[in-house]
């Protein structure tokens, strides 16, 4: 089952703690200026489909939307692109979503899959729209230790971006790390055939997942 919801997805990740942003399911512009309004200003809108993987292809994502006029044309503009490039593609309206607030952020991504011969495996990379271009990931079999968490950052080639590049601070690996078991034990725990947390947000500070998708 693919958990088509994004609320679905945000409860399974908050039951196991993993940040994520607030967010509504707007089946409408008029419903998507209410849900702005309870998240306040700015926000982000992602069309939402099932059947939409890469939104941001489909002209499907907008950020930083400051104000009601903003998000009513931006509820169009999204489902609107996203009906352009996938024409059979079910649109259920647009998800309205907190922006992160911060500095110095960077995108990774981890995920999961259950392999026929060797079972569940975890996978880290730099992460946004360039991760199937780059391809910089590492891999474990999962359940992993700390050592592992730790080994699967150091592997990538973009491993300099998170521990300071050009006088950016570091990301804080410990915070990384320990999403990185909190998933690794999340898939072994639960009946979870693929999983993909991309963009996950990070910085000195804080790991934020802003977009999530869950085959269980």
Sequence with gaps: MNLQDPAQTTRLLKKWKIPTPALFHAKNAREAVTYAKTLRFPVVLKVASPDIIHKTDAEGVLL???????????????TKGARRH?????????????????????EVVIGAIQDPQFGPVLMFGLGGIFVEVLKDVSFRLIPIEREDAQAMIAEIKGNALLTGFRGQKPVNLRVLEDLLLTVSKMVEKS????????????????????????LV
């Design 64 to 78: 930083d939307l400051k104000n009601e006029q903003e998000v009513k044309d931006g509820f169009e503009q999204v």
């Design 86 to 106: 996938h024409p059979r593609a079910k649109i259920t309206g647009a998800i309205v979503q907190e922006q992160v607030k911060g500095t110095n952020f960077r």
């Design 191 to 214: 009946n979870i055939k693929q999983l993909d947390l991309n963009p996950v947000l990070i910085n000195d500070k804080r790991a934020i997942c802003v977009d999530a998708r869950v």
